[in-house]
C-alpha cells in the first residue's frame, strides 16, 4: 500500500511540475508583454498567472501537501511566481522605453 501512495505524490508532483513550468511560462510573456507595451495581453498574463499561481497554492492545501517538508518547493514557486508578478505590477517594470 505505500508504493501505490508513493505513486500518487510522484504523479501528483510530476502534474505541479508541468503547471509550475507553465505557469512560468506565463510569467515570461507576462514580462514580454509589458516590456513591448501591450496593455490588454499584459493584463490578461498577469491575471492568468496569479490566478493560476492562487489556485495551486489553494489546493496543495486542500490536499494537506501545503505544510509537508516534500512539498515545499512547490509551494515557494508558486508563491515566487505570484510575488514576482505583484511587485513587476506595483513598479510597472517592464515598461516600454518613451
Known sequence: MAKR???R???ME???TKIILGDAL???LYLLCAGFGWSILKVITAII???GSL????????TGEFSRRRSLWMVTAFICIIICVAVSLLLNYPCPAA
Request: glycine fraction near 4%.
Open 5 to 7: 501512495s508513493r505513486n
Open 9 to 11: 505524490y510522484r504523479e
Open 14 to 16: 510530476s502534474l505541479m
Open 26 to 28: 506565463v510569467f515570461v
Open 49 to 51: 498567472a496569479i490566478f
Open 55 to 62: 489556485l495551486c497554492v489553494g489546493w496543495l492545501y486542500l
